[in-house]
């Protein structure tokens, strides 16, 4: 779990101006309303609050992104309102607060592309601040790392909206990194013998797999370093959910 003194280090790495106060404010009353609750890990609740933190400081979300992050349940699992959240943050947080309250109480109960897309757009409507939807995918981020604890049903309910919902939305965001890692978390709950078959099998060619990516970064390097052209060449093993997804894809082709 990250200490409230790692966030705000991160925080201030990236930004000087940020405002720590308002960042351990929000630690000090969400550690209040939250007292006494846990998560089914056993774990004190403040835990997930300060995980979605630590989260949006690696995305370098300003200081009222980040104390929101630490409030963004305590409307939905506390007696506290919106009222109260106003009076001591202001109508910024307040107004993050409850875009991410009203997107908890909304339901996804198909995985039919239309109602898909539909429900994206409704949390889209209700995020007038870009910042609202960067919380709630760290929020639901933090949530598939640790869905290991709940019921098998409730966690394929959960995997099926995250891949549904919330990985498409990261993609548009643009932040691959949120997107690749809530679809193999995803994969992990809707299929896991799958996922485990496919885990083992890109482990064994790990090697073999980082040995090719290396000697094609390197062609590629001498050919531009012989045309004169200067850039930077990186490369990585494919996410398992989409080699699953190409090998999906074309036996369905091939049918």
Aim: aromatic share 8%.
């Amino acid at each position: 779990m990250p200490r409230l003194e790692e966030i705000i280090e991160k925080a201030t790495s990236y930004s000087s101006s940020v405002d720590a106060e308002v960042i351990k404010k929000a630690y000090v009353f969400s550690g209040v309303v939250h007292q006494g609750q846990t998560r089914l890990s056993g774990e004190p609740y403040l835990t997930h609050p300060l995980e979605v933190a630590n989260i949006l400081t690696g995305l370098k979300m300003d200081a009222q992104c980040v104390a929101t992050g630490l409030l963004h349940d305590t409307v939905e699992d506390t007696f506290t309102t919106i009222e109260k959240i106003e009076e001591l943050f202001g109508p910024e947080i307040a107004g993050m607060v409850d875009g991410l309250t009203k997107i908890s109480r909304m339901t996804f109960e198909s995985k039919e592309d239309n109602e898909a897309e539909n429900f994206r757009k409704m949390i889209l409507a209700i995020s007038k601040d870009i910042r609202v939807l960067l919380i709630k995918l760290a929020d639901r981020l933090h949530n598939m790392r640790t869905l290991d604890y709940l019921s098998p049903e409730k966690q394929a309910k959960i995997a099926r909206e995250t891949i549904d919902i919330y990985a498409p939305l990261a993609n548009r965001l643009g932040i691959g990194w949120i997107k690749t890692e809530l679809e193999d978390l995803a994969f992990k709950h809707l299929e896991p013998e799958k996922f485990a078959g496919l885990s083992e099998r890109v482990a064994q060619e790990k090697v073999v797999c980082e040995n090719y990516i290396e000697h094609v970064k390197k062609m590629i390097e001498e050919k531009l370093k012989e045309h004169g052209v200067q850039g930077e060449v990186t490369g990585r093993p494919k996410q398992l959910y989409r080699i699953y997804m190409e090998f999906f894809e074309k036996a369905e082709r091939e049918r």
